[in-house]
């Protein structure tokens, strides 16, 4: 809703539609050329192995760690560590365009001007609130495309073409208008009937927004940006529906998503709800990973589902949203005072002061970000455990989070991990692989330098 709240929105679309699939599309005529080979898995470093008849957790952790060394680990590094600047510069530059269209007049205007076309007070509402959108995307926009394409490129992260990427952020942008421009009216006609609780109702908004995004957009966005179909190799659905019915997941298909036109990233997504559960996993995963490898990271997406972690994010967050809200509501009226004659806002009802919103709403959740990183983290760890209780691969989970060590640093300060990680560490995770195997010996390498063939997965 608010300008942090579009942001938040956008970003989760994009993620969902690298990550998530839609209603079925045609089915299409299995290939007749041979299936291409799948991937082998880099061999256990000695120190996991167990073939000595011990595994020291330790030791193994950081025998998968040392595989990522010089050049690479110094790129990644750079690249995650510029993401906490970004989060400080994201703040900086929307309060310089929620100040920008204040203090020049252009949100009053843009106001004024719905006023004059409609008498309506909810289309006044979604007049401005479209002005509002647009405006602020197209001045975030210089921002967006250092991060999103100049940035990407530079880390080798990006396979768009610069026609590409903006094409992508007109469809986000259309989406976003598409979806906010009727929420923000009815927000506006929510606060003007409930000017003392709007906070309140505002943070229901936002859980409703995140129920979309996380249970809903998946079945409705994807095409817009990807193409969904069914996945027709059967040594990679098989085991991946065997281990979803193992952990009462019902769905006799897994989808396969174009998420390589966008970038090199690996992913895969459990979603959905009332019967339209989705198994998808994009064509990266597919063509990087090793089988045990694609086990390991559905998995973990199977432990989110399973767990209704899509239930718990909405309900966590929109608690902390809440309570951001409600220090907004007592801040804004005494910013209005100061300077609302100069800005033209009437009060908390008039849409001319939703850049004011947006800027103290923003500033609020930049300084909860420490707690809704931890809430996503945490309920990562749990899937991390599910999965490997599920899929019973800890090596292969090893080297999954090794390839996602490219744009995420492996081993962080435990101060770093608490402020800036929304996911556990690769350095964790390992750890948690390597904690995990040394609790199954069955997972062991035998003497012969074989492993023991995993148990059948469940919960």
């Known amino acids: 809703m608010l300008w942090w709240g579009m942001r938040l929105a956008t970003l989760l679309f994009a993620g969902v539609a690298l990550a998530a699939a839609l209603l079925p599309a045609p089915l299409r005529a299995a290939a007749a050329a041979p299936r291409p080979a799948l991937v082998e898995m880099a061999p ?22 040392a595989e990522v060394s010089g050049p690479a680990r110094v790129r990644s590094d750079a690249y995650f560590e510029g993401g906490y600047w970004l989060l400080l ?51 975030s926009l210089p921002l967006a495309f250092y991060e999103g394409f100049v940035r990407e490129h530079s880390y080798g992260l990006s396979n768009l073409g610069l026609g590409g990427w903006f094409g992508e952020w007109g469809k986000g942008l259309a989406v976003t208008v598409v979806l906010l421009t009727p929420a923000l009216a009815l927000f506006y006609r929510i606060v003007a009937r409930a000017p003392r609780t709007w906070w309140l109702w505002g943070a229901a908004s936002v859980a409703v927004l995140l129920v979309f995004a996380v249970l809903i957009a998946p079945v409705v966005l994807v095409p817009i940006f990807n193409d969904p179909k069914p ?24 989808w396969e998503i174009d998420a390589s036109r966008q970038s090199n990233r690996i992913s895969a997504n459990v979603s959905g709800f009332l019967g339209t559960q989705r198994i998808t996993l994009n064509d990266n995963l597919l063509a990087r990973a090793s089988l045990p490898e694609i086990e ?15 239930i718990a994010l909405v309900l966590e967050y929109g608690l902390v949203a809440a309570a951001g809200l409600a220090l907004v509501s007592a801040l804004f009226e005494r910013v209005r005072r100061r300077s609302g004659a100069r800005w033209r806002v009437r009060g908390v009802d008039d849409p001319a002061g939703l850049p004011l919103l947006a800027l103290l709403f923003s500033g609020v959740m930049l300084i909860a970000t420490p707690v809704t990183n931890t809430i996503f983290r945490t309920e990562e760890q749990a899937a991390d455990w599910y999965g490997l209780n599920a899929a019973r691969q800890p090596d292969a989970f090893a080297r999954a989070t090794l390839k996602v060590s ?15 990680y929304d996911h556990p560490s690769g350095r964790t995770r390992i750890e948690t692989a390597m904690r995990w195997k040394a609790e199954h010996p069955e997972t062991w390498e035998t003497a012969g330098g074989h492993t023991a063939p995993p148990a059948a997965p469940g919960r």
């Open 89 to 139: 510069w994201d703040f900086l530059w929307g309060a310089g365009v929620s100040l920008l269209l204040l203090a020049s007049g252009w949100s009053a205007a843009m106001r004024d001007r719905a006023e004059r076309w409609t008498r309506r007070a909810f289309l006044r509402g979604a007049l401005y609130s479209l002005q509002y959108l647009v405006a602020t995307a197209v001045l």
């Open 44 to 65: 256990v470093p000695e120190a996991a192995s167990g073939s000595a008849g011990r595994l020291d957790v330790s030791a193994a952790t950081h025998a998968y760690l």
């Open 296 to 310: 390991a990271v559905m998995g973990h997406e199977i432990g989110h589902y399973a767990m209704n972690h899509g």
């Open 406 to 420: 490219e744009y995420r640093k492996l081993e962080p300060g435990w101060l770093e991990e608490i402020l800036f």
């Open 231 to 254: 996945l027709r190799d059967e040594r990679v659905a098989v085991p991946i529906l065997s281990m979803a019915r193992a952990n009462g997941i019902a769905t006799g298909q897994v």
